[in-house]
């Protein structure tokens, strides 16, 4: 990969985030860490029962982490937020939050800043 | 001293930050959500006759199926243990006497209140439910997967005036200590409650009720704006962006 490729515009995600800050972090201190949530996904329940296939943990650590970090992350980084939010969610909206907390809004919203960095789904590997 | 800035001003000032905050995040939910175009989307269950997600009468079997997969069907212990907890954890300092009696020689008015029995078995059951969820957490693999120090921070601020509360009602140590620390982790409870993950008190309600999805309780007429609140002081006093109040 080249030097231009590797880049991350910092600016754009930090633009992107500034303009739903406060649903980010609404959303974000809504979760009481419940895991109620677990069963309504159904990758969850058909792989395993894994942790990572949970909606929260799913939101928290692709969004939550671009949250934290205010945008600031590298390539390597939004690999891994690559993998959680086109992997491991489809997005088939059926995700049940006890308070009402609007995951899937979220994970697609971190779907659109990975595709500002064209970062996409991968279908011609593995 | 202590005890009387905690009994005087200290009190005043945490029910002003509760119920400030508490309009504040009202207010705001309305600012990060939308009236939904009845003419243009019709979500699950916006009106009663148009419904196409769900048939209007369903068998007993059919609800039962229903109740099988949903939240309650899936995990009914916790589903149980949190519902009480959280009607105990209102209920009990509401209508507790000793409560009512402060606020009948305050204000002189005050609610109804409970047996002192009642209440009392009410605080075992929300010391109980907070033991469960402490449990829950550390043991159960899913949940402590995305467990922080926050969660156990909220839950000792949550439990603890029933526990401080609990041992001044039954005078096992020193009355006056205990009397005081209540009072102040209870001001502290109020004070956090609308700025912490505690807020899912007054979000739990505004999500679920306005909110239209299958799971809400009624017929939701708001849903999310991505975009930015829509409406902000700074952009109100520049007048910056045409404030439309038909939309709001």
Known sequence: ?126 | MFYDIARGPLALSAFLIFFTGTTFQVLRFFSLSKKIHKTKSRPFRLSKDLSTAKPLTRSRAQRLAALKVSIVGVNPIMTIVTSIFHLCLVVAPLLLLGHNQLIRESWGISLFSLPERLTDIMTHVVIGCALFFLFRRILIARVRSITTVSDYLILILTVAPFITGFLAFHQTHAYKPLILLHMLSGELMLIMLPFTKLTHMIFFFLYRFFIPHENSFGCGTRTWYFGGPRFSFKRWYFGKDEFDIEEW
Request: proline share 4%; glycine share 6%; net charge positive.
């Open chain 1, 1 to 126: 990969m080249n030097e231009t490729a590797d880049a991350v515009d910092v600016k754009k995600i930090r633009r992107t985030l500034n303009k739903n800050k406060t649903q980010i972090s609404l959303s974000l201190k809504l979760c009481v860490h419940c895991a109620l949530c677990a069963e309504s996904c159904f990758l969850y329940t058909h792989r395993g029962k894994d942790p990572i296939y949970m909606p929260s943990h799913k939101f928290i650590n692709s969004l939550g982490r671009l949250h934290k970090k205010k945008g600031d992350i590298d390539r390597k980084g939004l690999e891994e937020i690559r993998e959680i939010v086109w992997e491991r969610c489809v997005l088939c909206t059926r995700c049940y939050c006890p308070i009402g907390i609007d995951i899937p809004g979220m994970i697609a919203l971190t779907r659109e800043i990975c595709r500002d960095q064209g970062v996409l789904p991968q279908f011609d590997e593995a």
